[in-house]
């Protein structure tokens, strides 16, 4: 069963405001993984955060990970039109080969 | 470097034909994966290789079989194709490193329709 649970599911907001975007998941992690898809493509790694980490940066991406609530939060500063796309939680666990668990998603759209 | 490339692009078939989704990557990656995504349902593995001549079955694997015979190649196989099957198929590739699963890298996708 998937373990990934992502909120909101869409979000829309304008250029220049801040993304959050959240990602819950059910058992113990190795490292928590966020990718982006744009629209009729694939997915494209953003960022990983072990689980021995709290906070992560690259660029205007910051994640964040609490592994007592099994939760990471995924924010995007200063938005841009360019960042529209659907944004992707997954889970890796020990000793299972390199799998991957995918949230459901979330759909940003940054209006101009 | 091409990456990951899948083969081809777009795809309809009638149900009960068969068809093979071809992976292939560059990158000298030990492990391979073959995802489907369904709108609302995130990415879902159908089956995953550590290695050449391995397989596993992942979350849906029913319905689908996989073939690892060479090192940078996964094909994805439906012997009798349903309209469930309906869906985008997504491959992707990973190295295995110390440390623990890293990032995978994917391929553009295909888009299969099953009438």
């Known amino acids: 069963s998937q373990q990934g649970e992502e909120d909101p599911q869409a979000l829309s907001i304008q250029e220049g405001e801040n993304a959050t975007m959240n990602c819950s998941y059910k058992t113990s992690i190795n490292n928590l993984q966020w990718y982006r898809q744009n629209s009729g493509r694939g997915l494209v790694h953003l960022i990983l955060?072990?689980?021995?980490?709290r906070e992560k940066h690259s660029g205007r991406l910051r994640v964040t990970l609490d592994t007592s609530k099994k939760s990471s939060s995924l924010l995007i500063t200063a938005s841009r039109a360019a960042d529209t796309a659907s944004y992707f939680c997954?889970?890796?666990?020990?000793?299972?080969?390199?799998?991957?668990?995918f949230g459901q998603g979330t759909e940003l759209s940054v209006k101009p | 470097n091409a990456g990951v490339t899948q083969t081809p692009k777009f795809r309809v078939l009638k149900t009960g034909q068969s068809m093979t989704l071809l992976c292939a990557q560059d990158?000298?990656?030990?492990?391979m994966y073959w995802y489907r995504q369904d709108p609302g349902m995130g990415l879902r593995l159908i089956h995953y290789?550590?290695?050449?001549?391995?397989?596993a079955k992942g979350e849906v694997p029913d319905g689908y079989n996989v073939s690892r015979l060479k090192k940078q190649n996964f094909l994805l196989g439906l012997e009798s194709a349903a309209p469930s099957q309906t869906s985008v198929y997504f491959c992707?590739?990973?190295?295995?490193?110390?440390?623990?699963?890293?990032?995978?890298?994917f391929g553009p996708g295909t888009r299969l329709t099953v009438l």
């Open positions: 992707a590739s990973s190295p295995r490193l110390a440390g623990g699963p890293r990032e995978q890298f």
């Open positions: 290789s550590v290695g050449e001549g391995t397989t």
């Open positions: 997954a889970t890796s666990h020990y000793n299972q080969g390199g799998k991957l668990i």
């Open positions: 955060i072990r689980s021995n980490e």
């Open positions: 990158m000298n990656h030990e492990y």
